[in-house]
């Protein structure tokens, strides 16, 4: 049946390997989902501190991962994806569990930056690790599914710590921390035990090199940069929305859940049939695309904002943000998988801690200038961010000419023939 056959048709055939590191992905995202939304509370509610030190510890976090996240390159091209992966889940274990044991501002600033140098290590080695396990006809597909397991991982945990935390039990956010502290450990003694190292050694015997060599690939740093205005102008704005919805638009908590819900559940469905329509299509013209698809989504919010309030306005949001959510499916078919093939194999480590490093970049600088943008100008920030979408978009394409031309199409992944 010609629909079960399309079913099939997206089946990534990834390694076992892979396969069990995408299984460490939404073990690691469902922790991540379950304390994530509840820590500003915790803390403040629950800890008693204050608000604007909460920033502060919160802060912490991002600007440790965004020091260290350069430095995890290296590491990870010398000792490797797996070892790197093991330090890092050691670091976030006890620093997301030290969480539920925190009593006073200085414990909390200690276990902040603790997290953030495991969150440094984590992500370069993960996606390092990934890219040498996995044949590069069939990278955008493990990239592709790394984000549905990440994102599925993330809402589940959501909704099961709004089930289990109260402000009235301590004991109940202690619950959350500990069970995220239990994901890293079940994802270091139960998944990762099982996955090889890959032999890379003589690559990076035979061609040693350095951050130098990386900062003079002109074509990849104008790749990061143009990541960078992506993160910042559209993947950072979805930080800012939570409030602009609920102070402009009437839409409540619930309502906010559900419109994050939304861009969660189309991800999870449309990653893998658009991570196999973009096979053997050009990959700048995709991030065009992309670009389009976060400006329209974009500058749709403020249009929302002025002729809709409560429930049918957290429907139209839903819709926007489903919108969204098929270009981060565009971002995830293209981004990652286009890094590793640009990257020289022995300093892929580096490649992606600076891969990495643009997200860090984003995430700081969009919530940092768009707080005070949101606040001068609520509706007029949409449309400078999908400004800056469709520029990144523009950039893209004029960077097409400057990609090797094995590198400006996706691969199409060939079919596997089972033994006979």
């Known amino acids: ?121 984590f992500w370069p080695a ?29 809402g589940i945990g959501g909704i099961v710590g709004g089930l289990i935390a109260s402000t009235s039990s301590v004991w109940s956010f202690r619950a959350l921390f500990l069970i995220d502290g239990a994901t890293f450990v079940a994802y270091l003694l139960v998944v990762l035990a099982r996955v090889p190292e890959p032999a890379a050694a003589r690559e990076r015997d035979a061609e040693a090199g350095s951050y130098a060599d990386v900062l003079r690939h002109r074509t990849f740093m104008t790749l990061i940069g143009i990541n960078c205005v992506f993160i910042t102008a559209g993947f950072a704005m979805l930080e800012l929305l939570p409030v602009y919805v609920k102070n402009h638009a009437g839409v409540t908590e619930r309502g906010i859940g559900l419109i994050f819900f939304a861009n969660t559940i189309m991800i999870v469905i449309a990653q893998m049939p658009v991570a196999r329509l973009v096979e053997g299509k ?20 403020p249009v929302i904002g002025a002729v809709a309030s409560g429930a049918v306005a957290t429907a139209l949001f839903a819709g926007a943000l489903a919108l969204f959510a098929l270009g981060e499916c565009i971002h995830g078919a293209v981004q990652p998988a286009l890094v590793a093939d640009l990257a020289q194999p022995a300093l892929l480590g580096r490649y992606m801690a600076l891969s990495a490093f643009s997200w860090q970049v984003g995430f700081a600088l969009g919530p940092a200038f768009g707080g005070f943008l949101l ?17 990144a978009g523009f950039a893209s394409l004029a960077l097409e000419r400057s990609l090797p031309s094995e590198a400006r199409r996706s691969p199409v992944r060939r079919e596997l023939v089972p033994a006979p």
């Open 1 to 121: 049946m010609p629909v079960a056959a399309y079913l099939r048709s997206l089946d990534p055939q990834l390694p076992r390997s892979v396969q069990l590191l995408q299984v460490g992905v939404l073990v690691n995202s469902f922790g991540n989902g379950i304390v994530y939304p509840f820590l500003f509370i915790y803390l403040h509610n629950v800890r008693g501190i204050s608000l604007g030190t909460v920033g502060l510890v919160l802060a912490a976090n991002g600007v440790v991962s965004l020091v260290a996240t350069p430095v995890a390159g290296p590491i990870v091209d010398r000792i490797g994806g797996r070892r790197t992966i093991v330090a890092s889940l050691v670091l976030l274990t006890v620093g997301y569990g030290g969480y539920a044991f925190v009593t006073s501002i200085g414990q909390a600033f200690a276990t902040s930056v603790v997290a953030g140098l495991g969150n440094s290590l």
């Open 375 to 391: 606040a001068a100008i609520p509706n007029g920030i949409w449309g400078l961010a999908a400004g800056l979408c469709l520029a």
């Open 282 to 301: 050009r990959r700048m013209p995709l991030l065009m695309l992309l670009g389009v698809t976060w400006a329209t989504a974009l500058a749709l919010t």
């Open 126 to 154: 993960q996606s390092t690790l990934t890219a040498r396990l996995t044949p590069p006809d069939r990278r955008p597909a493990a990239f592709a599914m790394q984000r549905v397991m990440g994102n599925l991982g993330f």
